[in-house]
């Protein structure tokens, strides 16, 4: 067996959402509370969801032609790659790029709703629709559009604009999506499979499709803002965040030797997916939180909480993590989904990413909302818990730790 | 030191120890085999929908399993289950329900398909709403938890985690037409690094309806030769003129070498390595030289520890595109040299269709099936292409021991991944 035993060092951070964009400018924000999560309740009311700040994608993504070729989802998750990349150095860098291995958690892009609304408007009334479909696909669909709906297209584009190019996975399934890209790419710097990658994935979340697919599953959350912890009186649900986060994860060996430096290693990430019957979640949480093997097993512990506010995940996830005290844990839990929304497939990368930003500024974030849960303190923290209860499928649980 | 039970970089042995597929040729490995090896073409009219107006009209659609209604995640969904009912069965692995690994399966798009669109539309005709409004309104009424698991998704892995019981969380894994080889290529690496003993890889794909269809017409991929169906996909011929679609899953167990002859399993071939890169030149195209087709198939022989004359026999994509079979024959003779001209080669896509997420595990079944059987499956409707300088197996099958087969797989977004395989460890 090889055994070579690497650390998981984040050596880069690429984020925008709907409260900023790069990873200092979150920090500014998240860090300085009390929380202004921004909002549109309007746009698709009744659901609520965090629009993305303005961007200038031409700041990443140059060429018109290859904006042109993207989805809104892809040009989102490019850029926050691109910052990711910046902030670790390596895109001036093609050597190093061109064996950048990609580890992407995707859904799939937009559909034309124009084309689909006018083919549902008409298919109601002609009866037998088969030829009518046929034409208006074949002549109304945009010949790319496929393109900026494909999965694993995000990566195709990383690939052409930022020339990451050693080689390209793309994970699906929702929060798991994002928990299997981040666990590849782990599993295989520890094991000497690889030592530089980019991981991450991106939200269009102001998409009427997207909330269709959301709404049909009963997971959307209907009402006034309010915090994931504090949706349950109104049945709760999530409220969809835009959001593209990426990470550069590098092994500490590799990164000493370019004199790249970490915000903070992830020291284990474990990860289940239970039927969910009453109990299963919390149950699952319990028996990975002993998998994790954190050290040492007592005391004040951070949590980031990717709770979605979807009933049965979230009120599970509570029980866990109140099961933690009477394993000696004191958990300080914020759940960023209350300010930067759900953002499913990259919900996972985005609180690893809060996560090492805490962990290297030595400082935790206030609380991000008002109910009981979460209470503020002035811990220091050197480890924190970062935690993906899908609001479906799935329980995905990361240790990030100062590495030094 | 390589041995039976380590690899020339001292890692485990990874083995196949058992197979299944469904292709358009039919339901079961045996099946598919013995109609591929005799020349058959799984690819005809589309009947499933009409397809007046449309410039292709033929696809590989798999007809043969009880899926009615159809929709992309049902018949994806028993096509996956078939194939790994059989390949468990085969390995004779684990107890019933209670496979010892993870699973790793390649899914295709989770969309809602418009029979689904149009359910939710028409549910309330009286609404004043249109489109979208309309849709979203309909669904607040009313629940249509019953279609929630066309746009999930993880609902295929769900459902086949639950049928068999793999461990931990499914990976769903999209690399386009790779994505087949990327489900092995993800159970090698789990077993060589001690995280399991064996891994459970499936791909699958039954997307042959309109919307499926037109996009990759609209993007000029498939063949327009409907005329005579079993003649359209013609992989390295001088008249190809775009893929055919097609519908498929094929599934195999990998096990590490020492936990298969532990139990007493028949292994019935090597995983020997996996390599794969990106290009970066055009979502749909390779770059001119070859670089990332090239990089993949060096990547994948230096992690095999195959030199290129040991390669005896390519299982090609071969998809029957002007642009894959060129370029496909370029990064061959770029790493081959000629021993490319000695080489056999086919491609499966001219019978069974382009599988698409399935290929690459669908033609790992095939290719392992080759080294078992020392058979090579014929290439059909091979019309030489003077620029491509192949040893196709032309429209018969050729008897051939076949020590090493290197399998290619190659897709939209600049996927490139390669496999070698070979017999058992001498």
């Known amino acids: ?404 | 030191m390589a041995s039976r039970t380590l690899d020339h970089k001292g890692r485990p042995v990874v083995v196949v120890t058992g197979l299944g597929l469904v292709t358009s040729l039919g339901v079961g490995a045996e099946t598919c085999w013995s109609r591929l090896v005799a020349g058959h073409s799984g690819i005809k009219p589309i009947r499933r929908f009409s397809t007046q107006g449309l410039k292709t009209t033929i696809a590989g659609t798999v007809d043969d399993l009880d899926v009615a209604p159809y929709s992309a995640f049902d018949l994806s969904t028993a096509m996956a289950e078939s194939a790994a009912e059989e390949a468990i069965s085969q390995a004779k692995i684990g107890r019933t329900a209670s496979f010892p690994g993870p699973l790793i399966v390649a899914t295709p798009p989770s969309e809602f398909e418009w029979p689904h669109l149009r359910e939710i539309y028409d549910a309330h005709p009286n609404n004043a709403l249109t489109g979208y409004k309309r849709l979203l309104a309909n669904a607040r009424r009313e629940r249509f938890g019953g279609l929630a698991r066309h746009v999930r998704f993880s609902a295929i892995a769900d459902h086949l985690k639950q049928r068999f019981g793999t461990e931990g969380a499914p990976l769903s894994v999209c690399t386009a037409c790779a994505s087949g080889a990327t489900t092995i290529q993800l159970g090698l690496e789990a077993i060589r690094r001690g995280a399991t003993d064996a891994a459970l890889c499936i791909g699958t794909d039954a997307t042959v309806h309109p919307e499926g269809l037109i996009r990759f017409s609209l993007l000029s991929a498939l063949s327009t030769a409907n005329s005579e169906p079993t003649k359209a996909s013609k992989p390295f011929s001088r008249t190809r003129d775009g893929f055919v679609m097609a519908e498929g899953a094929g599934a195999l167990v990998l096990e590490s070498y020492d936990a298969a002859k532990a139990r007493g399993a028949k292994i019935l071939g090597v995983v020997r390595g996996c390599g794969e890169k990106a290009d970066e030149f055009h979502r749909t195209r390779s770059k001119p030289d070859g670089a990332a087709m090239i990089g993949a198939i060096r990547k994948t022989l230096a992690d095999a520890g195959v030199e290129p004359h040991e390669i005896d026999y390519i299982n090609a994509h071969g998809t029957s595109t002007p642009e894959n079979d060129k370029m496909e024959t370029l990064s061959l003779r770029a790493v081959l040299g000629d021993h490319l001209l000695r080489t056999p080669i086919s491609s499966n896509k001219s019978m069974v269709g382009h599988t698409l997420i399935a290929a690459g595990s669908v033609e790992a079944v095939f290719s392992i099936l080759t080294l078992e059987r020392g058979v090579l499956p014929p290439t059909l409707n091979y019309d030489p292409d003077p620029d491509l300088p192949l040893d196709v197996v032309p429209e018969q099958s050729r008897q051939a021991r076949v020590r090493t087969v290197l399998s290619n797989s190659f897709g939209f977004g600049g996927q490139n991944v390669c496999v070698v395989f070979s017999g058992e460890p001498a």
Not at chain 1, 58 to 75: A, L, N, V
Not at chain 1, 329 to 337: D, N, S, Y
Not at chain 1, 350 to 376: I, K, N, Q, R, W
């Open chain 1, 1 to 404: 067996m090889p055994n070579v035993q690497d650390d998981v060092w984040i050596t880069g951070i690429g984020l925008v959402s709907s409260l900023a964009e790069g990873a200092a400018a979150h920090w500014n924000r998240l860090s300085n509370g009390p929380q202004r999560p921004v909002i549109d309740p309007q746009r698709f009311a009744p659901y609520t969801v965090h629009p993305l700040v303005d961007i200038d994608f031409s700041k990443q993504i140059p060429k018109t032609s290859d904006q042109k070729q993207m989805e809104r989802w892809q040009r989102i998750g490019v850029y926050a790659a691109g910052l990711a990349l910046a902030d670790a150095n390596l895109s001036k860098d093609p050597a190093l790029l061109d064996r950048t291995d990609l580890c992407i958690a995707a859904g799939n892009g937009e559909r034309d709703l124009a084309l689909d609304s006018r083919i549902l408007a008409a298919i109601g009334s002609t009866g037998e629709s088969g030829a009518y479909l046929n034409q208006e696909l074949a002549t109304g669909l945009r010949p790319t559009l496929y393109l900026g709906q494909l999965s694993n297209l995000l990566a195709g584009n990383i690939s052409i604009i930022h020339k990451a190019t050693g080689s390209s996975r793309t994970f699906k399934g929702e929060e798991m999506a994002g928990v299997s890209a981040v666990e590849d790419a782990v599993s295989r710097i520890q094991s000497g499979q690889g030592e530089l990658f980019l991981v991450g994935g991106a939200l269009n979340a102001e998409r009427d499709d997207a909330l269709l697919g959301c709404e049909v599953a009963g997971s959307l959350y209907q009402g006034p803002y309010r915090s994931v912890w504090q949706r349950r009186e109104q049945g709760g649900g999530l409220v969809p965040g835009s959001v593209g986060a990426f990470l550069v994860l590098e092994a500490s060996n590799h990164a000493r030797r370019r004199g790249a430096l970490p915000y903070a290693r992830i020291a284990n990430v474990v990860s289940d997916s239970t039927r969910r019957r009453a109990g299963d979640a919390a149950a699952a949480g319990a028996r990975l939180f002993g998998r994790l093997g954190i050290t040492p097993a007592t005391g004040v512990l951070g949590v980031l909480s990717g709770a979605s506010g979807v009933e049965l995940p979230t009120s599970e996830e509570l029980l866990f993590l109140a099961g933690l005290e009477r394993r000696g844990f004191t958990p300080l839990i914020r759940a960023w989904g209350s300010v930067l929304g759900h953002t499913l497939e990259a919900h996972f990368v985005v609180g690893l990413a809060l996560a090492a930003m805490a962990v290297s500024h030595d400082t935790f974030y206030p609380p991000f909302e008002t109910s009981e849960v979460e209470h503020a303190s002035d811990m220091r923290p050197d480890r924190i818990l970062v935690t993906a209860f899908g609001h479906w499928r799935g329980e995905g649980l990361a240790l990030v730790q100062s590495a030094w």
